[in-house]
């Protein structure tokens, strides 16, 4: 799960927004925590971890 990797961040969201959420990050200490400990999480279980995608189209 690279979901909240830097690089990854930065390709999803782009340079700027990215920014954007580092300075929030850095705001609000209780987000700040929250968002380590799922990184922490994604990282100890990251060989148990897959995503699924479902795609879907109006008939």
Not at 7 to 35: C, M, Q, Y
Not at 50 to 55: F, G, R, V, W
């Amino acid at each position: 799960m690279l979901l909240l990797e830097t690089k990854r961040i930065i390709d999803d969201e782009g340079l700027f927004r990215t920014l954007k959420i580092g300075f929030n990050i850095l705001r609000f200490p209780k987000a700040r925590k929250h968002i380590l400990v799922m990184k922490e999480v994604f990282n100890k279980y990251k060989d148990q971890m897959n995503a699924i995608s479902i795609i879907a189209q109006k008939a």
